[in-house]
């Protein structure tokens, strides 16, 4: 379990995070949202103990932060921003000097990276510098070191940054594949990241906390919840689809002829929608339920958030 209290961090006069507290408990998978600048990396570096917080308490199980940072960073693995990493070196040998470190030794080792070089698919890059490789294979150098130990808490600081589609699927399925009792916590700009792997969301903006649930209740925020659209082939009366029971509002596209219907809080209204379409014949060639759309959440939660 991580506990963070009252957490502020300051740079000279500027309050980068603002009193942050929240738990994490294991099996959670976090996706850490935000704007640029909104203090997620800082936070996150403030959760492995890399920079202390100007004010607040971070504690992970029964240790305290500031008293037990090294016990506490052996449970951690740690993917930072732009993956840095010794450059001169290979993957190989970075990832026996990180092995090392971590307290790796023997066949174990040698297992373990191996098995860890599959997962991230460095075989056919182990033995060049890595400061020759492609921004995608960097990241994955950096993944690598930051599961190596097999850490009980993973932090990751967008960790499919620069990688191309394949890699990306790539690495939510290893997020998946982890055991179900770590901690994950992701940053992410890619929405859609969060409803593929993670079981809660946080949002932060201006350094303050502004939404901490499921996915589910995020897209559940979105005016376009459930709510059925339909495509016309050609133009058609519609007006009755408006007053249809449990449907608040229509929106009509008329150049591309997508019409969108929008529920009543709480109401299911596709049913209806689909025996109207049946009965007027209607001349509709696709309709579909809408799962929400997290862009506009997004936008709506951030809003009035200064660039920083
Ligand atoms: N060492 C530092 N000194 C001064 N200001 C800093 C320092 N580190 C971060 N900041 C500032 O704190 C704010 C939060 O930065 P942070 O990197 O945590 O944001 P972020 O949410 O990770 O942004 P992004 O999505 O762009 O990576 C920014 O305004 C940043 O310029």
Known sequence: MIS???????????????????????GDVVGFLGPNGAGKSTTMKILTGFIEPTEGEVRVGNMAMDQ?????????????????????????QFLHFIAEVRGLKGDAKHARIKEV?????LQD????????LSKGFKRRVGLAQAILHDPEILILDEPTDGLDPNQKHQVRQLIQNLSKDKIVIISTHILEEV??????????????????????ALLQRSRFYQAVSLHLSYSADISGLAELPGV?????????GKVTLFPEEGKEIVHLVNEHVQQRKLPVDMLFVEQGRLD????????GATAR
């Not at 963070?4 to 408990?25: C, E, P, Q, R, W």
């Not at 070089?117 to 698919?121: A, D, P, R």
């Not at 608040?248 to 591309?256: A, K």
Request: proline share 6%; with cysteine.
């Open 68 to 92: 037990s940072r090294k016990d506490i960073q052996t449970k951690i693995g740690y993917l930072p921003e732009g993956a840095p990493a010794y450059g001169d070196m290979t993957p190989a």
């Open 248 to 256: 608040e509002d229509m929106e009509v596209d008329m150049h591309s």
């Open 4 to 26: 963070v209290k009252n957490v502020i961090k300051k740079f000279g006069d500027f309050i980068a995070v603002d009193g942050l507290s929240f738990d994490i408990k294991p």
């Open 125 to 132: 890059v182990l033995d060049k510098p890595i400061d020759n």
């Open 117 to 121: 070089v599959q997962q991230v698919e």
């Open 195 to 216: 409803t593929a792997v993670c079981n809660r969301v946080m949002i932060i903006a201006d350094g303050h906390l502004r939404f901490d649930s499921t996915p589910q």
């Open 296 to 303: 506009e959440v997004f936008r709506a939660l951030t809003l």
